[in-house]
């Protein structure tokens, strides 16, 4: 019977399980390919290529829509539970609601490793194959480096500006206008053609074939100013220009803005523990560096004192002060004051480094522990608030299920979101910061448990307000009714 009884519940739980988290997925995705199709549209690339892409990036939505699955389909089920009154009929034949959420608990459990084992394998993998595709993107599509109407200026010496883009591959440019990024003392040059082609390109190189167009060029070097007044401007007209260019730095800051140089995104949990390990250790020994360097300049003019022999006096000082020469003296506090200035402009250099390695560490442990561990606890403390939530509601559906739902989700995310950003301007620690949530919701799904075992009535309105009528009541005056009738 128990077992019987077992298997409605999780068949009762199932099926709004595989609706609801396929609708959670679909809506998702589609948010996450509208936020991320400028990024692909209209630069060369096709529709399978696109949707390879949102696959593999898209799959990072399931860290949220399966805790959020199984929120919404456990109050779903224990709410339709007891509004059909059946949830009442398991008690009173004896069965008591941890019996009754042991084995959807069960199911969650399962569910909680599986998404760690997805985040922890499946999801690194897929983030590397999605880099190593826009890499090969970047590298064999050079259009997609260029944009229509936007300078260029990773090219030095040169800035290249297109008007239009067309062709296979977006090879054929239309207006386009180069121009040598050249001091006012150097050679000034600058290309405008109608067309251009590009004909070859490799990760250094670019070979670009203009058409129809003319070269404005200006010689300065090794000329006096008298010489360049009466110098002209010389304009030269072509019809077919081959010019070479070096492109290295364009490939290296387009991989760089597609990988976002969050290389730690993929490593798996065990990967990530040696590699943060090694970057904490790394500028443990940087920042001593500089610390001790700091002191040293500031303390160096003093250090020189130490020849001076000391007399064992009252004097806080480690030399003999008033030894010293008045110009000495004076010399020596001139120097300090120099060396602090000087230290203090090599500290306020180093701190928005020591700032960008703080950020950068915090949020590899909060990849680390929130998107890799604290997400799949996250399905049981979701589904501790969410039985007892429905069985105490008793309403199925997807009405008001859904409401609460919501409420639970955002201020889930909310608080993650704000303990994020503590975490990453190091205000807090960022391994209470990817927990904090967990241990913010926990609480609540293990009162609302208690309260849902005892068939407390925490939603009765009348409940509530019972206390405060009887309070306001003992406020209020009661009237004299007596020898009314004769007034």
Known sequence: MIKKLDWYIIRTFFGPFLFIFSVLMFIFVVQFAFTQMDKFLGKGLTLWDIAKLLYYLGLDVIRLVLPLTILLSSIMAFGGFGERYELAAMKSAGISLARIMYPLFGFVVVMA????????????????????????????????????????????????????????????????????????????????????????????????????????????????????????????????????????????????????????????????????????????????????????????????????????????????????????????????????????????????EIKSAGKYISKMILWQHKNMVSYSFTCIVFFLIGAPLGSIIRKGGVGMPVVVAVIIFIIFYVIGLYMENLAKNQVLNAYWASWMPNLLLFPLGVFLTIKSMKDSELFDIDKYREPVQKFIAKFKKKKNTEHSRYQ
């Open 113 to 352: 490793i599986w998404l760690f084992y997805f985040s922890n394998t499946t999801l690194p993998d897929n983030q590397r194959r999605a880099r190593n595709m826009l890499i090969n993107i970047v590298q064999t599509r050079p259009a997609l480096n260029f944009e229509e109407g936007r300078f260029i200026k990773e090219m030095n010496p040169y800035s290249i500006k297109i008007g239009k883009k067309g062709g296979k591959d977006d090879r054929e440019w239309k207006d386009v206008f180069i121009h040598k990024n050249a001091s006012p003392f150097e050679d000034q040059q600058t290309i405008i053609a109608d067309k251009g082609e590009i004909v070859s390109k490799d990760n250094y190189y670019l070979k670009l074939e203009l058409y129809d167009g003319y070269i404005y060029q200006n010689e300065i070097r090794g000329k006096s100013p008298k010489d360049l007044q009466k110098q002209p401007a010389t304009r030269i007209k072509f019809d077919t220009l081959t010019q070479y260019f070096d492109i290295s730095d364009l490939i290296k800051e387009s991989l760089d803005r597609e990988s976002g140089g969050d290389n730690f995104r993929y490593k798996s949990f065990r990967q990530l523990t040696p590699y943060i390990d090694s970057i904490k250790n790394s500028n443990k020994t940087y920042y001593k560096g500089i610390s001790e360097n700091a002191l040293m300049i500031l303390l160096g003019d003093f250090r020189k004192t130490d020849s001076i022999p000391v007399k064992h006096s009252n004097s806080k000082l480690p030399f003999e002060w008033n030894r010293l020469k008045d110009d000495t003296k004076l010399q020596l506090v001139k120097n300090a004051i120099n060396q602090v200035k000087i230290s203090k402009d090599e500290l306020e250099t180093r701190s928005a």
